[in-house]
Structures are given as structure tokens and as C-alpha cells.
């Protein structure tokens, strides 16, 4: 499998404050790229995803930015909650997510009041 | 809808012994994935089913490792013999027709 590069490992951010975290991958046969929430105990459950044909996809408090050339993506939180306490995964796949995700290493998340 | 279901939630046995997951995907789904999850590799594609039928298993780690999916609404992950690097929690994950992954809530196995 390809790599999926994700950083930071862990991140704390400030309640109000904005979380950003960051992928990068090489195979340039992806072409779909969802992140991925994970709470303890849990599986890991779909927040958002992009495909490469739009550079920026919002859905409520959560972006992702996607740069096709670079080969990268993040995701940005805005207004962060302690409730977005997480742990989050950037993954990667090709044939539009049927071959099988690749996941980042994932972002250990702490939103403090 | 109940989600994937799997079985057992947690798993303790000793090295040596026979491991049986179990995964019920969710009905409609027809692309079933295994992954595990352990602190140091995270998540880790095993193997993945289309209509029951394994298309990609390079992720296995060992022949010790088999799966397999009889029909469209069960499938099974094996370790015979179970070693204790082979602790870690499984997930199963079923795909939709917009090609959402819905995990199950995991297998934690461990080997001791």
C-alpha cells in the first residue's frame, strides 16, 4: 500500500481556537481522500471527504483543503469544541474508495476548555 | 440499520490457539474490508471482499491469517496459531453505494 503521511501526531488546541492537520501521499492514482473521526472504544466513523476535482469542501465547522499538486490535504476545525475531542485519520484510496483506504497514522486531538 | 456488527468485542486467549472474528455488514453493502488497528503500524487494510469474493489480500500479514465471507451478510477472520504480536484491536467495515466506510465498533484480541 502506499503511504499516507499525517502530522501532528497529537494536537491541542484551545476551545474557540482552530485545529488544522495536515497529509500528504505519493500514489497519484488516489482520487478519494476522506477523513475519518475515531472516539475510544469506537470505530472509526466518516467526518468529511473531498475528491480531486475541488480544491476546498465545507461541511458545517469542518474543511478540508485538498492541493492536487502538492499532493496534500488537511483538515481545519473551526471554532474547535471539547466535544471534538478525537482521535482523527486522514485516509487515501483509488477507484473512488472500492480499492480499500490507506490511513495516515492519525492525529491525537484535545480541545481544552 | 444496526451498523456492521462484530463478534467478539474482546478476545483474550493464549498463544497457540485458534482466533475466530466475526463480521456482519450491513445490509446492501457489497464491499467488506478487515483492518487492524494497534498503536505502533494503526490502521492496517488486511484483506477486502467484493460480492464475497476477495479481491486484494496483500495485507495479510501471515498464512496464520485467513478470511473468509460465505455469503453477503457474514464474514469471518482466523488466526490459527495465534501469536501475541498478533494483539491488536480488528475492524470490519462494510461500504456503501456512495462509498462511505461504516466500521464496527472492533474485536480486541489479545494473546498472551
Known amino acids: 500500500q502506499q503511504q499516507v503521511k499525517q502530522s501532528p501526531q497529537s494536537l491541542i488546541v484551545q476551545k474557540g481556537g482552530i485545529s488544522i492537520i495536515n497529509c500528504a501521499y505519493e500514489?497519484?492514482?488516489?482520487?478519494?481522500f476522506p477523513w475519518y473521526q475515531q472516539f475510544p472504544g469506537k470505530g472509526p466513523a466518516l467526518l468529511i471527504a473531498?475528491?480531486?476535482?475541488?480544491s476546498e469542501k465545507k461541511e458545517g465547522r469542518f474543511t478540508i483543503s485538498f492541493n492536487k499538486s502538492a499532493k496534500q490535504f488537511s483538515l481545519h476545525i473551526m471554532d474547535s469544541q471539547p466535544g471534538d475531542s478525537a482521535t482523527y485519520f486522514c485516509?487515501?484510496?483509488?477507484?473512488?474508495?472500492?480499492?480499500?483506504?490507506?490511513f495516515g497514522k492519525g492525529t491525537h486531538l484535545i480541545i481544552q476548555p | 440499520d444496526a451498523g456492521v456488527i462484530q463478534s467478539p468485542r474482546h478476545e483474550v486467549t493464549e498463544m497457540g490457539q485458534e482466533v475466530t472474528l466475526r463480521c456482519k455488514p450491513i445490509?446492501?453493502?457489497?464491499?467488506l474490508f478487515w483492518y487492524r488497528q494497534t498503536m505502533m503500524r494503526g490502521l492496517e487494510l488486511l484483506i477486502y471482499?467484493?460480492?464475497?469474493?476477495?479481491?486484494?489480500d496483500s495485507g495479510m500479514p501471515e498464512d496464520r491469517f485467513s478470511a473468509k465471507m460465505p455469503n453477503a451478510s457474514f464474514s469471518t477472520l482466523k488466526i490459527q496459531p495465534s501469536e501475541p504480536r498478533d494483539s491488536a484491536v480488528y475492524f470490519c467495515?462494510?461500504?456503501?453505494?456512495?462509498?462511505?466506510?461504516?466500521f464496527g465498533e472492533g474485536s480486541r484480541l489479545t494473546v498472551l
Open positions: 473531498i475528491r480531486p476535482d475541488v
Open positions: 500514489n497519484t492514482a488516489f482520487d478519494y
Open positions: 445490509s446492501g453493502h457489497d464491499y
Open positions: 467495515a462494510s461500504r456503501s453505494l456512495t462509498g462511505e466506510l461504516f
Open positions: 471482499f467484493n460480492n464475497n469474493v476477495p479481491i486484494d
Open positions: 485516509a487515501a484510496s483509488s477507484g473512488g474508495g472500492a480499492d480499500g483506504l490507506t
